[in-house]
């Protein structure tokens, strides 16, 4: 899954993010550097093409606060990615409320366009989740008990989630 610089997005007034390809701001942060394999949120984001297209794109966001690139500041990349995880990306992350049972799979579809979230959840399992461009990827699903975006939202989804219905609750 493609990851783009945060400070490269545009929310528009209705909270939608929007992203122009240019020669500055390419299609995509290279899989191999330091700030993709920190890993990111992914976002709905409608991309504009350098021929003037607009698609609806599920791309991550970088962390800023492992981006020398949005923070500003070089020491930034430094710091990401050390210890027992290095030279693996970690996985994207997603809200439990973003994924809809899709047959016997799952489907990320967000019902709405939200803010840059900075900080990853405390608690999260893997889910096999098809994306906008069909390709299932094994990402990290926040807990909807200890998530403040997802339990405000949906709480009787707390008890069921690692039971395997919707986002990891049972279906209804």
């Not at 492992?66 to 500041?73: F, K, L, M, R």
């Not at 399992?125 to 949906?154: H, M, Y």
Request: aromatic content about 6%.
């Amino acid at each position: 899954m493609d990851m783009i610089h945060k400070s490269h997005v545009h929310w528009t007034p209705s909270g939608q993010a929007t992203y122009t390809i240019t020669a500055t701001h390419p299609s995509s942060i290279p899989h191999d550097d330091p700030i993709y394999l920190a890993g990111g949120w992914v976002y709905r984001v409608v991309v504009t093409t350098v021929d003037g297209e607009t698609e609806n794109r599920h791309v991550q966001l970088c962390d800023i606060d492992s981006c020398h690139v949005c923070s500003g500041d070089a020491t930034k990349s430094a710091l990401i990615h050390t210890g027992e995880m290095e030279g693996e990306a970690v996985k994207p992350v997603i809200h439990c409320k973003d994924v809809q049972k899709e047959g016997e799979g799952w489907r990320f579809e967000p019902k709405k366009a939200r803010k840059y979230e900075k900080n990853f959840p405390d608690n999260t399992f893997d889910r096999l989740v098809r994306f906008a461009d069909a390709v299932e990827r094994v990402v990290q699903v926040c807990e909807v008990r200890t998530c403040k975006v997802c339990g405000a939202k949906r709480p009787e989804w707390g008890e069921r989630q690692k039971e395997g219905g919707r986002a990891g609750g049972t279906e209804g």
